[in-house]
């Protein structure tokens, strides 16, 4: 269980000419999605400023599309990409100024990914309303980095409403994040490490529901990794149990190995 690296690569903008990152099919999890040539449409106002007497290749800014496709070929799900594009020095290589200045590379940055590439890994035995967290955040992650730490936030929150952690006081008032944490944290001895990294999630959703808000889609990533890392140590143990129990039930107690 592991955060995408390929999240982190998709997180920057995407150099042409150089390779897409491939992510784990969001519908099989065992493919991965490999990403054909994007298509450009510039803006009006880029368009427009061409005939300018100082135009520069760098004024060059649009819209893209992309097509992804999984590479199972027991599953190839589409995925649809779109995003912005702008033209800047290139990146993947040295270059000679002697041979007329640098040169120009367009660079990809994705606002959003259809269907969403999991931001982080739902254990099997995780309850549902878990799976419907991570879902949310997923959705926006590229789009909205502020709303996806807010939508793990939620999950947390999800969380321990599944694990009986009530969301309203006695007097029906709504009560904090931090309370509810500390609640579930102080009925269990041994969950305190994992109620640390559920505090520090809370902490990154909040940030993101500030209207001043600057997350960006990297930081949500790291936050992933940190309630990936909580749920990991509350629900690995679980799904290997349960695998277990399978491997047995199939071989009976009466075979012999």
Same mark, same amino acid.
């Given at each position: 269980?592991?955060?995408?690296?390929?999240?982190?690569?998709?997180?920057?903008?995407?150099?042409?000419?150089?390779?897409?990152? #491939?992510?784990?099919?969001?519908?099989?999890?065992?493919?991965?999605?490999?990403?054909?040539?994007?298509?450009?449409?510039?803006?009006?106002?880029?368009?427009?400023? #061409?005939?300018?007497?100082?135009?520069?290749?760098?004024?060059?800014?649009?819209?893209?599309?992309?097509?992804?496709?999984?590479?199972?070929?027991?599953?190839?799900?589409?995925?649809?990409?779109?995003?912005?594009?702008?033209?800047?020095?290139?990146?993947?290589?040295?270059?000679?100024?002697?041979?007329?200045?640098?040169?120009?590379?367009?660079?990809?940055?994705?606002?959003?990914?259809? @269907? @969403?590439?999991?931001?982080?890994?739902?254990?099997?035995?995780?309850?549902?309303?878990?799976?419907?967290?991570?879902? #949310?955040?997923?959705?926006?992650?590229?789009?909205? @980095?502020?709303?996806?730490?807010?939508?793990?936030?939620?999950?947390?929150?999800?969380?321990?409403?599944?694990?009986?952690?009530?969301?309203?006081?006695?007097?029906?008032?709504?009560?904090?994040?931090?309370?509810?944490?500390?609640?579930?944290?102080?009925?269990?001895?041994?969950?305190?490490?994992?109620?640390?990294?559920?505090?520090?999630?809370?902490?990154?959703?909040?940030?993101?529901?500030?209207?001043?808000?600057?997350?960006?889609?990297?930081?949500?990533?790291?936050?992933?990794?940190?309630?990936?890392?909580?749920?990991?140590?509350?629900?690995?143990?679980?799904?290997?149990?349960?695998?277990?129990?399978?491997?047995?039930?199939?071989?009976?107690?009466?075979?012999?190995?």
């Amino acid at each position: 269980m592991a955060v995408d690296p390929a999240l982190f690569e998709l997180a920057k903008p995407v150099e042409e000419g150089l390779a897409w990152p #491939r992510p784990a099919c969001p519908n099989c999890q065992s493919g991965y999605v490999g990403f054909a040539k994007p298509t450009e449409d510039e803006s009006h106002s880029s368009a427009s400023a #061409r005939t300018h007497s100082a135009w520069d290749p760098e004024w060059i800014n649009g819209t893209f599309v992309v097509r992804g496709q999984c590479e199972n070929p027991d599953c190839q799900q589409a995925v649809h990409g779109t995003g912005d594009y702008r033209v800047d020095y290139a990146r993947k290589r040295d270059y000679d100024e002697n041979e007329g200045g640098p040169p120009y590379s367009t660079f990809y940055s994705v606002t959003h990914l259809h @269907p @969403p590439m999991l931001l982080m890994p739902i254990p099997k035995s995780a309850p549902e309303e878990v799976r419907e967290g991570v879902l #949310r955040a997923s959705r926006v992650l590229f789009a909205d @980095p502020g709303l996806a730490a807010t939508a793990l936030r939620a999950t947390v929150e999800l969380f321990l409403t599944s694990e009986g952690i009530s969301a309203v006081s006695t007097n029906g008032e709504f009560r904090s994040a931090h309370s509810r944490i500390t609640e579930w944290k102080n009925a269990d001895p041994s969950r305190p490490s994992v109620a640390d990294l559920f505090f520090a999630v809370k902490w990154l959703g909040n940030a993101g529901t500030h209207e001043d808000s600057d997350l960006t889609t990297i930081e949500v990533l790291d936050g992933a990794r940190v309630l990936d890392e909580a749920f990991h140590r509350l629900f690995l143990g679980a799904d290997i149990d349960k695998h277990a129990q399978t491997i047995n039930a199939a071989k009976g107690p009466n075979r012999t190995p």
